[in-house]
Nanobody, 127 residues
């Protein structure tokens, strides 16, 4: 059972930056497509970015394009978030889909596609 752990969240001012990290306890992530989702109270969880196992494909939800960057090494997947605004405040989750050698990833499917999920980490945007 893959156990994912998010880190790097916290409080940031509007316009600021954070870098989230997603790592697996006792394992690596090299054979997994990884996605970041976020959720605010009263709304559905939304997929915001994913990266394929190979690293060749990176997808972004429209509202974060140009501001967020996803990248990876064998052990960790990162989400660099720049120009944060109030609408970015949420609990962020990383999720993993077992896909050795995958060259594409998708944000479609949520829990139906991604088998493993972290506990989530809070990102708060406030002045």
């Amino acid at each position: 059972q893959l156990q994912l752990m998010e880190s790097g969240g916290g409080l940031v001012q509007p316009g600021g930056s954070l870098r989230l990290s997603c790592a697996a306890s006792g394992s690596t992530l090299e054979h997994y497509n990884i996605a970041w989702f976020r959720q605010v109270p009263g709304k559905e969880r939304e997929g915001i970015s994913c990266i394929s196992t190979s690293g060749l494909t990176r997808n972004y939800e429209d509202s974060v394009k140009g501001r967020f960057t996803i990248y990876r090494d064998t052990a960790t997947v990162y989400l660099r978030m720049n120009s944060l605004n109030y609408e970015d405040a949420a609990v962020y989750y990383c999720a993993a889909d077992w896909r050795p050698y995958a060259t594409v990833c998708t944000l479609v499917g949520g829990h139906g596609r991604y088998q493993f999920w972290g506990q989530g980490i809070q990102v708060t945007v406030s002045s």
